[in-house]
């Protein structure tokens, strides 16, 4: 649990998180667009008192890490970055009145063990509240934080947050795929499969789409899908196993051959980050993407 807290510890709470950010010195200010702040107000604004374990995967300067623990006033937060941020992050964080409360840890997210054992020896057996992975934007370094703690680590009803998902569609991103078969898009497309898997498992006239004996539940209870930003919420339900995990294959399929699916999730898709997801496909796809979401609008 955190550690109790003097009134003096608390930030101002008129503030929302896009006006608590502009407070921060030019060196130490979150480095994010404002509409990031608005989605995680609209998030996490009700949680804004709870005692929470927050996991940050990328600090950089350390800019949103100070802001989300003067946000979040009675958090706990765990930073892990490759590389330790500057000098003047540790020295607000002593001047702030926040040490007991705010830790970075230097270790790869690629590092499973590593990872695992700085949570630990941070939380103890304390479950995540948060997860915020804004570190490499790499597809098979993403996917590694995120089977290393989503499903162990993160309590039902925990949200995860994988940041700056569609670099992915960027021809000169390293792992960048314009049709989006590769990179963060490939992940959040097979993230939006583990949605629907009881879609997926269930016997339809005869037939399961994957090789399972009964419908399974799904691990992700709400997802929340917009420009750059992919929320997943955490079921109570098992991780299925690794082969069904990743479509079975590990590859991704061309979303313009599927039809849209309901689940016993739910997912939004918001309609500017809709448009700004048809923007970056193929002329094709897009098209008959757009064709699908309006018939099943339309339903």
């Not at 609209?42 to 350390?62: C, H, K, M, T, Y």
């Not at 314009?178 to 879609?199: N, Q, T």
């Not at 750059?228 to 079921?235: E, I, Q």
């Amino acid at each position: 649990m955190a550690p109790d807290l003097q009134a003096a510890d608390f930030a101002d709470e008129s503030l929302s998180l896009l006006e608590l950010s502009r407070t921060a010195q030019p060196t130490l200010r979150a480095v994010k667009s404002d509409y990031y702040f608005d989605f995680y107000e609209e998030l996490f604004s009700q949680l804004r008192d709870a005692p929470l374990n927050i996991l940050e995967v990328g600090v950089f300067r350390g800019g949103s890490t100070l802001l989300f623990a003067k946000y979040f006033s009675r958090a706990r937060i765990l930073g892990v970055d490759i590389q330790e941020p500057p000098a003047e992050f540790h020295e607000e964080v002593e001047t702030a009145g926040l040490s007991d409360r705010v830790r970075v840890a230097l270790v790869s997210q690629s590092d499973a063990s590593g990872l695992e054992n700085a949570i630990a020896s941070f939380f103890g057996g304390d479950r995540l509240d948060i997860v915020i992975d804004d570190a490499s934007h790499m597809y098979f370094d993403t996917r590694s934080t995120f089977e290393t703690v989503f499903g162990p680590l993160l309590r039902p009803g925990g949200t995860y947050v994988i940041e700056d998902w569609g670099c992915g569609y960027w021809p000169k991103w390293e792992d960048g795929d314009p049709d989006g078969f590769h990179g963060l898009p490939r992940l959040v497309k097979e993230l939006v499969d583990l949605v629907a898997l009881p879609d997926r498992s269930m016997l339809w006239e005869g037939e399961r789409v994957l090789p399972v004996d009964s419908e399974l539940p799904s691990p992700i209870s709400r997802a929340v899908l917009t420009n750059s930003l992919a929320a997943f919420v955490r079921s109570d339900a098992r991780m299925p196993s690794t082969s069904l995990l990743w479509n079975g294959s590990g590859r991704s399929r061309d979303v313009s051959s599927l039809t849209p699916t309901q689940s016993a999730a739910r997912v939004e898709l918001p309609l500017l980050g809709l448009r700004e997801l048809l923007r970056q496909l193929p002329h094709a796809t897009a098209r008959a993407l757009a064709t699908r979401w309006a018939r099943w609008k339309g339903r």
